[in-house]
């Protein structure tokens, strides 16, 4: 973490009579609660946006894929759901899965944190190298990583399904989670018509993916980390616009965020077609 300073100077001199030059300097800190690692994630690295840029460049950033106009409900053939959205920064850096789940949860009227989530109810294991052999979680039974860390990477939909079911059980709620894989993104799409949001895994501002690391599960099985990889609510769709409607933990805003339908589900397909329902 650190802070930033940008200066503004300007100097107004009088043709007709000759006045002292007034210079004006207008300091702005824009102040991090990040922990100062230097170590920054595969996510942060392959967004091309540090740790320390991230708060100011996601509130700012205007991508190509999105549409900056809020949806509205009820619009010919849109089907909107009145999620807000949670940022995930500065808490969790690499806490995309657990700050969607609980925009899910605080959807379904239950007061979820997604500090709690992540500290108490997310299964995580650190990595750790011996020899020249890097061993790390395995992604689809428990977070590679600490979410709270720039360093972390993430889970995987298995995961977060675990996640959900162990505070619903904890709260006595009779919602529960199932992961879904491999299933077409219309599978979702109808689903939110019924009213009812998913969790869907893409990637970071729907760049490209693409393998950045690789480790050892304890159990021998060898894990490919995809680049990029992200996880939102999907709360949203105007087909006849050709728009998706995401709760994104990476933007600053309660508001929803717009991506074209097309390219979110290219990166839908690339991250495997997978998600989190619930029932």
Not at 24 to 37: A, H, N, P, T, W
Not at 166 to 180: D, H, I, N, P, Q
């Amino acid at each position: 973490g650190g802070r930033k300073l940008k200066r503004r100077g300007g100097r107004a001199l009088s043709a007709a009579i000759i006045i002292s030059a007034a210079l004006i300097v207008e300091f702005s800190l824009i102040l991090s609660r990040c922990d100062g690692k230097d170590i920054i994630s595969e996510r942060w690295q392959d967004s091309g946006i540090t740790a320390d840029e991230s708060s100011t460049a996601h509130k700012t950033q205007t991508l190509k894929s999105s549409r900056s106009k809020q949806p509205e409900q009820g619009s010919g053939n849109a089907a909107i759901l009145t999620i807000k959205n949670i940022y995930q920064l500065p808490e969790l850096p690499t806490g995309c899965e657990v700050t969607a789940l609980t925009a899910v949860m605080r959807f379904y009227g239950l007061e979820a944190d997604k500090e709690e989530l992540a500290y108490s109810f997310l299964p995580r294991e650190d990595f750790e190298v011996s020899g020249r052999v890097k061993y790390g979680a395995d992604p689809e039974k428990s977070f590679a990583g600490d979410p709270f860390s720039t360093g972390g990477y993430g889970a995987m939909s298995g995961v977060v399904e675990q996640t959900a079911n162990a505070y619903f059980e904890s709260c006595g709620s009779t919602l529960r989670a199932s992961a879904v894989k491999d299933r077409d993104l219309s599978f979702f799409t109808a689903r939110l018509k019924e009213g009812k949001p998913s969790l869907i895994w893409v990637t970071m501002d729907m760049k490209e993916s693409y393998i950045s690391d690789s480790w050892l599960t304890r159990e021998g099985r060898q894990v490919y980390w995809q680049a990029n990889e992200h996880c939102v609510v999907l709360a949203g769709i105007d087909e006849q616009a050709g728009v998706i409607w995401c709760a994104d933990p990476l933007k600053d805003t309660e508001q929803l965020t717009a991506y074209d339908e097309e390219l979110f589900a290219k990166r839908f397909y690339e991250m495997g077609a997978q998600g989190v329902i619930f029932e």
